[in-house]
C-alpha cells in the first residue's frame, strides 16, 4: 500500500551532514517502493523547511558553512555531496517555518514520518515527542528508548541492570571537572587507568571523542568533550575487535548477521567513519556459530532493555573469548551502504525492503499505542502486508 510519508532530515547537532547522506538514500528507496515522499528539512537553527527541495537547500547552506580549518571538513563535504545527489535539484523553498513546533498541515497530509535525524534534537526522544503528542506514527524507538539510546550514561546504567557485560566507565559532571579536575583525574587513573576514551555523553559519530594514552592529556580530552555535553563518559579502551549487528522489530526482534568493522588507523573517529576507504565491513565477521548466536542473543538483549522498537544496530567489542556490549544506536547512519543496512542486505533483506518493512513497524507500534490509549488516536490505514523473516536472522 502506498503510504504519503515525510522524512525529516538535517537538524541542529553536529551530525547534520551525515543526517543529510542518510535522508537521500532514504527518500530515493521509499520513491522506490511506490511511496509519496514529503521531504521536511530543519536548519541548523531549528528552523523547518517545507516544499521545493529541503534536502538541496540544507546541503547548499552545509558546505558554504564548512570551516576551512575543520579537521573533518573533508569528509563532511563528502557526505553533503552525496545528500546533494539525492536531491530534486532546484533548492526552492516554498515556506521556512520558525523552530520549535510542528508546522501546520504535517498531522493531516503525512500517514508516517521517517526519521533521519542524527545526535541531540532527534534521536534523544525530543522530536518523538513531539510526533507523540502531533499522533503522528513515525519510524523507530520511543521517547524513553530515543533518549537512554543517546544518553551514553543511562545506556550503560540500564545495560548492567538487565546483566549485559559492558566496558569498565566513569561519569564525570562538566561541572565537577571544572571545580575538581585534580580530583577527578586521579579516580579516573585508579578506577579506569590508561589508555580510555573519553566522550561526550550525549552524542554519536565519535563527534567530541578523545582516546587518551596518558594522564597527561586527559585534561584536552575532558575539555574537549566538555564543549559538547555537560556529561562527560570515560571508559577502558579495549583491544579487541569490533563486531555490529542490527535489529528490526518491535515486541518480537530480529537481529541481523554480525558484521565487523576493520581499518588501519588507531580507532575508530569520526574521519574513518565516513571517509572513502578509511574501513570495511566485513560481512558476514568471521565468528564460530556459537559465537554468532552469541553476538545476535545479546543484540536483542540490549534492544529491549532500553525498550527499542523499529531499529537499532548495536556495537560490541570482542577482547580475546570476552564479548563486551558497547553501545546501541537507535537512528544509525542509513544510506544504502551503511552497516546497519548492509548487515541486513547479507541476512536477505534488500535496502528497499528494509525501509519498507520499517514503515510497517512504525504503523503497527502506533496502533498498539492507540489501544492502550482506549483508541484515543486516529484509526489507521489497513496496514501492508509484512514482509517474511530473513532465514539467516536469529528471532527471538
Known amino acids: 500500500?502506498?503510504?504519503r510519508v515525510g522524512v525529516i532530515f538535517g537538524g541542529r547537532s553536529g551530525e547534520h551532514e551525515v543526517s543529510l547522506a542518510s535522508a537521500a538514500s532514504v527518500v530515493k528507496a521509499l520513491e522506490q517502493g511506490g511511496h509519496v515522499v514529503v521531504p521536511i528539512g530543519?536548519?541548523?537553527?531549528?528552523?523547518?523547511?517545507?516544499?521545493?527541495?529541503?534536502?538541496?537547500?540544507?546541503?547548499?547552506?552545509?558546505?558554504?558553512?564548512?570551516?576551512?580549518?575543520?579537521?573533518?571538513?573533508?569528509?563532511?563535504?563528502?557526505?553533503?555531496?552525496?545528500a546533494e545527489s539525492g536531491s530534486v535539484g532546484a533548492a526552492q523553498l516554498v515556506r521556512a517555518e520558525p523552530a520549535g513546533g510542528l508546522p501546520p498541515g504535517l498531522r493531516r497530509d503525512l500517514d508516517v514520518i521517517f526519521i533521519m535525524l542524527h545526535g541531540p534534537y532527534g534521536e534523544d526522544g525530543t522530536i518523538q515527542g513531539l510526533l507523540e503528542l502531533s499522533d503522528l506514527p513515525y519510524v523507530g524507538a520511543g521517547v524513553m528508548a530515543s533518549a537512554v539510546g543517546m544518553d551514553k550514561?543511562?545506556?550503560?546504567?540500564?545495560?548492567?541492570?538487565?546483566?549485559?557485560?559492558?566496558?569498565?566507565?566513569?561519569?564525570?559532571?562538566?561541572?565537577?571537572?571544572?571545580?575538581?579536575a585534580a580530583a577527578v583525574s586521579r579516580r579516573i587513573a585508579l578506577a579506569i587507568g590508561f589508555p580510555c576514551f573519553v566522550k561526550p555523553t550525549n552524542l554519536g559519530s565519535s563527534v567530541g571523542i578523545s582516546k587518551v594514552r596518558a594522564e597527561g592529556d586527559l585534561a584536552a580530552a575532558m575539555d574537549e568533550a566538555a564543549r559538547h555535553d555537560r556529561k562527560i563518559l570515560v571508559e577502558r579502551a579495549v583491544a579487541g575487535r569490533e563486531i555490529e549487528v542490527s535489529v528490526l522489530g518491535n515486541d518480537e526482534p530480529r537481529a541481523s548477521l554480525p558484521g565487523e568493522i576493520l581499518y588501519s588507523g588507531d580507532w575508530y573517529d569520526y574521519e574513518t567513519k565516513y571517509a572513502p576507504g578509511q574501513a570495511t565491513v566485513r560481512v558476514p565477521a568471521p565468528l564460530a556459530p556459537e559465537q554468532t548466536r552469541r553476538f545476535q542473543e545479546l543484540a536483542l538483549a540490549a534492544f529491549r532493555a532500553i525498550d527499542g522498537a523499529g531499529m537499532a544496530r548495536v556495537d560490541f567489542f570482542l577482547e580475546g573469548e570476552r564479548i563486551l556490549v558497547n553501545e546501541i544506536n537507535t537512528i544509525p547512519g542509513f544510506t544504502s551502504t551503511s552497516v546497519y543496512a548492509r548487515l541486513w542486505?547479507?541476512?536477505?533483506?534488500?535496502?528497499?525492503?528494509?525501509?519498507?518493512?520499517?514503515?510497517?513497524?512504525?504503523?503497527?507500534?502506533h496502533r498498539d499505542r492507540g489501544e492502550i490509549l482506549g483508541g484515543g488516536l486516529r484509526p489507521p490505514s489497513e496496514p501492508p502486508p509484512r514482509m517474511a523473516p530473513a532465514k539467516p536472522a536469529l528471532e527471538q
Open 42 to 82: 530543519i536548519a541548523r537553527d531549528g528552523r523547518w523547511l517545507l516544499g521545493g527541495d529541503p534536502l538541496g537547500a540544507l546541503a547548499a547552506e552545509a558546505r558554504l558553512a564548512l570551516p576551512a580549518g575543520d579537521a573533518t571538513g573533508s569528509v563532511k563535504k563528502a557526505l553533503v555531496e552525496r
Open 1 to 3: 500500500m502506498a503510504l
Open 345 to 365: 542486505e547479507a541476512s536477505g533483506v534488500s535496502y528497499v525492503e528494509l525501509v519498507g518493512r520499517l514503515l510497517d513497524l512504525a504503523l503497527e507500534r
Open 153 to 180: 550514561a543511562a545506556m550503560k546504567a540500564l545495560f548492567r541492570a538487565a546483566g549485559l557485560p559492558v566496558v569498565e566507565y566513569e561519569v564525570v559532571l562538566r561541572r565537577e571537572w571544572r571545580a575538581r
